[in-house]
């Protein structure tokens, strides 16, 4: 990669006279470092209109319109313990009482995914003229925060002008005296062998000249390796500021993190890009060739996270439907609408009042989705009753559902025990009325209906096949085309899927009313766990035979890899590298899985601003290789079905697929075993974004290598792989 230049005049510009932590706090560096988190309301603003952060001298305006909730963030700061810390910015808005939260949080490993929180905030209520608001803090434990500015309540319809931000030791501090640095780009997502157009700010937030030597720096994502690199002089006055356009042509597939730094004291924030190939959206059959899918795609929240009855698309930095257009691209089809996404199929939001209907918000998603040409697969039914449950979390049934339906009792041992005397049972009538005109609204929209989410969690195995009945029943009469996935069984939170609620539902008939059966295999994450993948696949598989026979559908598998007893929950589970969320894939379709959706779009994107805490949503969507190794995946196995599988002294493995007629097959390292290698020169190789590789020995590790026959028969190129010496 190469990189040309361009030098702009430098302006001066005033400095702050303390030492502030907070990156670009006085926005010279433009928009660097800050995001902003909104809910786009449906009711007031219909058409979705985004409106980004408007940056004015000194600060930043919050437009308000549709008095939607919004929560400005700024770049995570590392705190120590002990430390008081003073967080303080300048507010006005366009009434007398704006309702603000002002503060910044962390959230620190604790036990397995029971992360500790430290939170400071202050409420504040902004008038017409500017005004100082702070809130002072001492954590605990040291950390990366996040600093943020809140929306309360309903927001009014006015301005929020903020300005002046500073973090500060309370204690006597030294003047600032650093160099801040930013990178940004002129796209999210590019094709290979476009240039990706680039600029380079350099701000001088100290009392004296500066003359340093700046470096850009792109890394590959997932191995970590400099790609390109430059240097160059930056000479600049106290409080001036450069800005640098710059190209970089992209002549491989992959992510890119482009950061620049500088000797001495400097802060920096980097750009986030990924390198893709052309994906082109064809008709697909979900009964046939896989689909690469996902769970989510984007976010709904609503009643009681909001302070208004109304629900909105939660907008990150972006358009709502930014992650639709960058996934679409990637060659994501399939959007299992469960956690964010449920709410456009759950029973609170489709029948708020008892026989009066409302599809409004499921009808403006799927015409979203529609542009996308992605396919739904909506999980329908929920009877947990959350807020009694799990005390602050979102309801899933109206009121009046919970108010009129009896209560389960005599629950078996695959119930978890919170939840015993927490699960309603609504009458049949109920339930086959909600699916019926859920069905009838959707009309052949929707190819498959998934019933329920690990029900054997929360349901006895009679109870659900019950429900399980009662909707197969009434889809297939209103959709005679519409498949039916069901059972859901999960081996999460100490469940297994090979247990007596499994062999009850197949024991009362359940086949009979699905089309496929989907799980979740959390205790067999990789064909490395001590619950193997594919061993694990297979006995499902034989237990159904013995029933029957239904295909498999992976609907979630949030966590792609094992943790060990020493680092459970020290370590974000849920968010994963390319070559895990491409092994997992390999597998599941290697293994005769028909569909699989397993991850959750929340693990996809990198954190940038919020790195170092562990938070499920981000501040912002941003690409990543692990969009890269989708699009990669989409082109190349989209449509695929599996023809083999070799194994290599119990650490590699290799599955042999057969896509539009042709052989192609994917190798990797499961067992993590240094070292291993092999000749691959009789074939043509790619790696797991598609890259071709040149060379005789390879390397085989846990990132997937795709190979292909050079000159030779399905049946030849067959033989090969089965014979492969690995060393």
């Not at 060659?331 to 469960?338: D, S, T």
């Not at 062999?503 to 009979?512: E, F, I, R, S, Y």
């Not at 954190?607 to 890269?628: H, I, K, Q």
Request: charged share 25%; net charge neutral; aromatic share 10%.
């Amino acid at each position: 990669m190469r990189f040309s230049w361009l030098w702009l005049t430098l302006a001066a510009l005033p400095l702050a006279g303390a030492e502030n932590l907070l990156y670009n706090a006085a926005f010279q560096l433009g928009e660097a470092g800050f995001a902003q988190r909104r809910v786009v309301r449906l009711d007031t603003n219909p058409e979705r209109r985004y409106l980004p952060l408007r940056f004015v001298p000194g600060g930043v305006a919050v437009d308000n319109p549709y008095r939607e909730s919004f929560e400005l963030c700024l770049k995570s700061v590392y705190l120590e313990a002990g430390k008081t810390y003073r967080f303080s910015v300048r507010m006005k808005s366009g009434v007398s009482d704006y309702p603000i939260r002002l503060g910044f949080y962390g959230v620190t490993p604790g036990e397995p995914r029971k992360p500790v929180g430290q939170r400071a905030a202050k409420r504040c209520r902004v008038g017409e003229e500017f005004q100082e608001f702070t809130v002072e803090f001492t954590p605990k434990i040291s950390t990366f925060f996040l600093p943020s500015v809140q929306s309360l309540e309903e927001p009014p319809a006015a301005v929020l002008t903020v300005a002046d931000f500073r973090l500060a030791e309370v204690a006597p501090t030294t003047p600032d005296d650093r160099l801040e640095l930013a990178v940004a780009a002129d796209a999210r997502l590019y094709e290979k062998g476009e240039k990706a157009k680039l600029e380079l700010r350099a701000w001088n937030n100290s009392p004296r000249p500066l003359r340093e030597t700046v470096t850009l720096t792109a890394t590959d994502d997932l191995t970590g390796m400099v790609v390109a690199e430059r240097r160059f002089p930056v000479e600049l006055a106290p409080g001036a500021k450069v800005e640098i356009p710059a190209e970089l042509p992209l002549d491989r597939f992959g992510g890119l993190r482009l950061q620049l730094s500088a000797p001495g004291r400097s802060l920096s924030h980097p750009a986030q890009l990924a390198v893709i190939g052309r994906y082109e959206a064809k008709p697909v059959d979900l009964r046939k060739g896989f689909v690469l899918g996902i769970n989510g795609g984007f976010q709904i929240v609503g009643p009681p996270r909001l302070f208004y009855h109304d629900y909105g698309y939660l907008a990150l930095n972006a358009p709502v439907e930014e992650p639709l257009a960058l996934l679409a691209r990637c060659g994501i089809r399939v959007l299992r609408l469960h956690d964010g996404a449920n709410y456009t199929s759950q029973w609170r939001q489709v029948e708020p009042q008892d026989g009066k209907f409302d599809f409004s918000l499921f009808n403006e998603t799927m015409a979203m989705l529609e542009k996308y040409h992605m396919i739904p697969l909506p999980v329908l039914g929920s009877f947990v009753d959350m807020e009694r449950a799990y005390p602050g979390s979102i309801p899933r049934m109206p009121e009046w559902l919970i108010a009129t339906s009896p209560r389960q009792s005599g629950e078996t041992r695959n119930v978890m025990g919170k939840l015993h005397g927490k699960v309603i049972l609504p009458s049949e009538e109920l339930w086959r009325r909600f699916v019926r005109e859920f069905v009838r609204n959707a009309g052949d929209r929707i190819p498959f209906y998934e019933i329920m989410n690990e029900p054997n969690l929360s349901m006895t195995a009679e109870n659900y096949c019950r429900y399980l009945k009662s909707a197969s029943e009434e889809i297939r009469r209103e959709a005679p085309k519409a498949g039916v996935v069901g059972l859901c069984v999960t081996s999460d939170l100490g469940a297994k899927i090979i247990a007596d609620f499994t062999v009850d539902c197949l024991k009362q008939g359940a086949l009979d009313w699905v089309d496929a059966v989907s799980f979740h295999p959390y205790s067999a994450r990789t064909i490395a766990s001590s619950r193997p993948a594919d061993r694990e696949i297979e006995a499902l598989r034989e237990l159904i035979r013995s029933y029957g026979d239904r295909p498999l559908w992976n609907t979630e598998l949030y966590f792609l890899f094992d943790v060990p007893p020493e680092q459970q929950g020290k370590v974000k589970e849920g968010v994963f590298l390319p070559d895990q969320l491409i092994r997992r894939t390999l597998t599941d379709l290697g293994e005769g899985i028909r569909q699989s959706q397993a991850v959750t779009d929340s693990g996809i994107w990198p954190r940038l601003l919020d790195e170092g805490l562990f938070t499920y949503v981000p501040c912002e969507w941003l690409p990543s290789a692990n969009l890269s190794a989708f699009n990669a995946l989409a082109r190349l196995f989209e449509g695929a079905e599996p023809a083999g599988k070799f194994r290599y002294r119990d650490a590699a493995v290799c599955y042999l697929f057969r896509k539009d007629g042709a052989p192609v097959a994917a190798l990797w390292n499961y067992a993590g075993k240094s070292g291993l290698r092999a000749d691959l020169s009789p074939f043509r190789v790619l790696d797991l974004f598609g890259n071709s590789l040149e060379g005789q020995q390879f390397e085989v590790t846990e990132s997937p290598l795709y190979l292909y026959p050079k000159n030779e028969n399905e049946a030849d190129f067959t033989a090969r792989l089965k014979k492969l010496a690995i060393k």
